[in-house]
């Protein structure tokens, strides 16, 4: 019985050293479309976990996968957002942080237009949207410089428009329909 237990443990940890090793590496085709982007590690780290989910991986479905990571870490800064409002060291970063919110509002309506163009493979609308949600990242960072306040968002907002800047560049590798 111990035996048999113990075969199970070195077996499962086998397994956990096989399934790090894969996402440490990440995905052959997902790391082939990233290179190309401005920043290709965001773009591999981003993509490469949702990868086995699809049964091609081009250009289209690393940015559908590109957009999807988007639509979360802009949550994550709007969840950030809030916490940070509610404890805010002055009215103005408070006042900066409560517009951030409404920012991201407007950043989750640019990625729902987004994702309607990558169905059609609009990359010029992909282009447009993801330009005006980063645009949103931006103004949110002006919005400190403007109250000389610190920024408890800056990081998120960065890879946002860091992320942004590789959904445009992936929408211009995919294909046009005739």
Request: aromatic content about 4%; charged content about 25%.
């Amino acid at each position: 019985m111990a035996g048999a237990r113990a075969a199970l443990i070195v077996l499962a940890a086998a397994v956990v050293a096989l399934q790090l090793a894969s996402h440490a590496t990440g995905n052959p085709a997902v790391a082939a479309v990233c290179k190309n982007t401005p920043f290709p590690d965001l773009c591999t780290g981003s993509a490469t976990k949702h990868a086995e989910k699809y049964e091609t991986v081009d250009p289209l479905t690393v940015l559908g996968m590109q957009v999807d990571a988007f639509k979360k870490r802009v949550r994550a800064a709007s969840r950030r957002a809030k916490k940070e409002a509610k404890k805010a060291a002055s009215p103005e970063q408070r006042r900066a942080l409560n517009l951030c919110k409404s920012f991201y509002l407007d950043a989750g309506d640019n990625i729902g237009a987004c994702k309607r163009a990558i169905v059609f493979k609009d990359g010029v609308t992909i282009r447009a949207t993801m330009s005006m949600a980063a645009q949103d990242m931006q103004n949110c960072d002006e919005e400190f410089r403007k109250a000389a306040a610190k920024n408890p968002v800056c990081d998120l907002n960065r890879s946002l428009v860091e992320m942004g800047e590789n959904c445009r560049v992936l929408s211009n590798m995919i294909p046009a329909t005739s």
